[in-house]
Structures are given as structure tokens and as C-alpha cells.
């Protein structure tokens, strides 16, 4: 029942961040949206659907880096497709694909659970450092654009002497925090919340030390970066769809794809929220917002059809191998 709860909240979340966004369109603007959807090139849609699935067969590969030292030598194809299969589930339940995809490889390819269990938590863990690392290059590379963008859109609902109050007051507020942990830390590492915290910060670093250990660390960083590399074109394709915005340079679809990687977090498959990060990063560098938004949710169906498919065939091949068995 939780977890149903759960669900239901986060798609609720996103289709509220969708009435949000789309209500502050007037009819020209969705007008606008709808012709540039109808009249964008499908030539590089296509083509963003290719290097999408692409991201993930990269995924596969560094996953079978990581299973390798184990032992186990597991075939590509059911790799990659376990990896599409995860996603799918994703969808529906966030997490699940994640125990999913371990499940799967786990049968098909004869490797225990709990070691492809270990792997994932290693990748989640490389996953993690790299986005923080990533995001933060792109605040600092783009500063004077995010400044811009958040003193236009936001100075009119906030005044600057409310911000400066509350930044004093958020402050105060972790200063305090600090003294309280301080005086009553015996009793806080006692508490559960201290412990899975604490549990989380040691499964990194033991997610660090796993990857010193492999036979080629370089090559799994590499191939981390090369993920994150493939998102950014893929973004850049979806440029290339649309006359107004296939000017548009390689950076500018890299600050677009970190920013909308919030959009998942949030939401079940960035619904909603992904398509409008994407119109606010675009707004920044003078694309107005239906045309933002119509690559917004060109780019979000692009990651979803991937999933979709191969995720389902996924499904399938695994279901018929374990009938053979």
C-alpha cells in the first residue's frame, strides 16, 4: 500500500508539473508548440532514438567490466537487454528495475543475486559522484546565464531583501542544526536514520575501492563519462529537429541534459518535469518556451520509446529462455 501510494504521488507530481507549465502558455503559445511538433524533422527523432538505446549498450558493457572479476563471463545480448528491461520497470515502479535487471542476469547467465546486487550499488555509487561532478561543472560554466535566468524569473516573486532573509534564516537554521547534532550526537548514532546514513556514505567508498580493484579502472571511468557523452548528443540530435533551435552548440545541449537529469528523480521517468526543464534551459539562451517545450517533450518521448520497446523484447527473451530451461 505504501509503495502504491508512493506511485500514485510521484505521477500526480508529474502531471501537476504539466498543468503548471502548460497553464502558463497562452493558446498562440500551444498553438505554437503543437506546429513545431507537427513540423519538426523526424530524420534526427529517429536518429535520437539510436543514440539513446546506444547510451545503454554502453551501460551493458560497463556492467559486464564489473561482473567479469567475479568469475562470470556474461553474454552481451542478455546484458544489455536485462539493463532495457530495468528501465521499463523503472517506470512504473522507480528502484525496481534496478533489482529487476539483477534478477534477470542472475538466471539467465547463472551469476548469485547478491553479487549483481553488489555490482549496481558500485554503479549507482560511480553514477552518482559523476552527475554531482558534471552538474557542478555546469553551474560554474554557465553561471552568468543561470544568474541571469534566475534574477529575470524569479526577482518578480521574489524580492531581493526576501531572499537575503532567507538565506540568513537557512543559515541560522544549519548552524543550529550543527549545534544540536554536536550536544546530542551520542544519542543521534543511535537513532536508525544515523545508521542508514552512515550505511550509505561506507557503501561508497566501498563502491570507490571496488573500482580501484578492477583490472581496468580507466576504462570504467571512461566508459561512465562516454554514457553521460552520448545523453548530451542525443540532446543535440533533438536540436536538429527544429529550425529554431539547430543552432544551438554542444554546450548548450550539455547544460540542457544535466539540468533535465533532475526531472527523473523527481518524477516516475522525468514525467512532466523533464520537458519543462528542458523549455526553462532553453529559455536562457533565447529560445522562447513553446519551442522549448515542444524539444522538451521530443527529447523525453525519445528516452521512452527506447525503454519501451526493447525493454518489452526484453521481457520476452527472457521469458522464453527460462521456459527452455
Not at 539513446?52 to 567479469?68: D, F, G, P, T, V
Not at 526553462?280 to 515542444?294: T, W
Request: hydrophobic share 55%; aromatic share 16%.
Amino acid at each position: 500500500m505504501k509503495k502504491t501510494i508512493r506511485l500514485v504521488l510521484f505521477f500526480a507530481i508529474g502531471l501537476g508539473f504539466i498543468w503548471w507549465f502548460v497553464s502558463k502558455l497562452s493558446q498562440d503559445e500551444l498553438n505554437q508548440v503543437f506546429d513545431s511538433l507537427s513540423k519538426a524533422n523526424y530524420f534526427w527523432f529517429v536518429i535520437a532514438i539510436l543514440v539513446n538505446i546506444s547510451s545503454a549498450l554502453i551501460r551493458a558493457i560497463r556492467w559486464q567490466q564489473l561482473i567479469r572479476p567475479m568469475g562470470y563471463n556474461p553474454k552481451l545480448i542478455p546484458t544489455f537487454l536485462a539493463v532495457m528491461s530495468g528501465y521499463l520497470a523503472n517506470l512504473a515502479v522507480p528502484r525496481l528495475g534496478e533489482i529487476l535487471r539483477c534478477g534477470l542476469i542472475s538466471k539467465s547467465q547463472k551469476i548469485p543475486f547478491e553479487k549483481a546486487v553488489g555490482t549496481v550499488l558500485v554503479e549507482r555509487t560511480v553514477d552518482t559522484i559523476i552527475f554531482i561532478l558534471i552538474f557542478l561543472l555546469g553551474l560554474l560554466m554557465e553561471f552568468n546565464y543561470i544568474k541571469d535566468y534566475i534574477y529575470n524569473n524569479l526577482t518578480s516573486v521574489l524580492s531581493f531583501e526576501k531572499f537575503k532573509f532567507i538565506i540568513i534564516i537557512g543559515a541560522i537554521s544549519v548552524l543550529f542544526a550543527f549545534i544540536i547534532i554536536f550536544f546530542f550526537r551520542k544519542k543521534i548514532q543511535k537513532t536508525k536514520l544515523y545508521n542508514k546514513i552512515k550505511d550509505i556514505l561506507l557503501g561508497f567508498l566501498e563502491g570507490i575501492k571496488s573500482i580501484l580493484k578492477l583490472k581496468n579502472p580507466a576504462l570504467f571511468i571512461f566508459n561512465s563519462l562516454f554514457i553521460w557523452f552520448i545523453w548530451i548528443l542525443g540532446t543535440y540530435v533533438i536540436f536538429l529537429c527544429f529550425p529554431q533551435t539547430m543552432h544551438l552548440s554542444f554546450k548548450i545541449a550539455f547544460i540542457a541534459t544535466i539540468l533535465g537529469a533532475i526531472g527523473p528523480i523527481i518524477t516516475p521517468g522525468g514525467i512532466g518535469l523533464f520537458p519543462a526543464i528542458i523549455a526553462e534551459a532553453l529559455l536562457m539562451y533565447g529560445i522562447i518556451r513553446p519551442i522549448g517545450y515542444a524539444a522538451g517533450w521530443l527529447l523525453w518521448i525519445v528516452s521512452q520509446i527506447g525503454v519501451i520497446l526493447i525493454g518489452l523484447i526484453g521481457f520476452i527473451y527472457f521469458s522464453k529462455t527460462q521456459k527452455k530451461k
